[in-house]
């Protein structure tokens, strides 16, 4: 079952330490070499050069929400970021290679897995916060947030692509079910302009979460809402508690050819 339970300050070594020794990390599952692997993954500080300035989310929102039609996910979340802490924070920040990380699109270069906008502000989550337990509860507490809040939220300035009624419950980061729930909501398929429309304004959602994180980091307010690695120690394994959102019988097939997919 998932839960909102409050970080109780765990680092990762911790969790996976003492959770083992309250369930025995699904004992079945994991191997006492697995155990002796996952002990040495303690948290740790680096370096990097990119310097933080607390950013206005609206602000952040609107450019990620225009750049989304000609960058798509993962990359109009980055030059959302990006692009007002080139302003703000200067440095290395100027010479970023915001297209580099354009193939994260659509769970990743079109497969439907882990929704790209979560990946592109992990990048700058990472690069900010110089320090990997910090970046890793960041980027959890935004799937949590990505999964179980009705999106999308954001509101643009001007509707670029299409007006849009709906707004949907993942209940998962994973793209295509994400996507595909709120299209059945909406009752328009993949390669239209509706879709495209929601997509630019979760993007902005995402890229919005990450600039609260980040601010109240800044402040030295930012304490984790979330368990990190819940379900290594509740299933053995990393996952999600959904799994018969895929793995089920009711599998949906293709009813639409797009002729713009063909060479």
């Not at 003492?18 to 993954?41: E, M």
């Not at 000609?70 to 030059?79: G, Y």
């Not at 270069?109 to 970046?135: E, H």
Request: some cysteine; aromatic content about 8%; charged content about 20%.
């Amino acid at each position: 079952m998932i839960t909102d339970e409050k970080n109780e300050g765990l680092s990762r070594r911790n969790l996976i330490v003492n959770g083992g020794k309250a369930v025995a990390l699904g004992a079945a599952a994991l191997s006492l070499g697995a155990l002796n692997i996952a002990k040495t993954a303690d948290a740790y500080e680096y370096a990097s050069d990119y310097k933080y300035a607390k950013l206005d989310p609206q602000e952040v929102g609107q450019l990620t929400y225009e750049n989304y039609p000609k960058m798509w996910c993962t990359s109009s979340v980055i030059a959302g970021l990006v692009g007002h802490l080139q302003k703000k924070a200067g440095g290395a920040w100027k010479d970023f290679p915001i297209n580099a990380y354009r193939w994260g699109h659509g769970g990743l270069a079109g497969w439907g897995a882990l929704c790209g906008t979560m990946p592109g502000a992990g990048v700058v989550i990472g690069l900010v916060t110089k320090d990997t337990d910090t970046a890793e509860a960041m980027v959890n507490d935004l799937a949590f947030y990505y999964s179980y809040t009705e999106l999308p939220s954001f509101t643009p300035s001007r509707v670029m692509n299409a007006e849009i009624k709906h707004m949907t419950l993942a209940g998962t980061p994973i793209c295509h079910i994400s996507v595909g729930r709120w299209m059945r909501a909406e009752g328009v398929g993949f390669l239209t302009n509706a879709r495209v429309e929601r997509c630019a304004r979760l993007s902005a959602n995402v890229a919005m979460k990450a600039v609260e994180m980040l601010n109240a980091w800044a402040d030295g307010k930012y304490k984790p809402a979330h368990r990190l690695l819940y379900n290594v120690v509740e299933n053995g394994i990393t996952s999600q508690n959904n799994c018969m959102d895929c793995h089920g019988h009711d599998v949906p097939s293709p009813n639409e050819r797009y002729d713009t997919l063909k060479k």
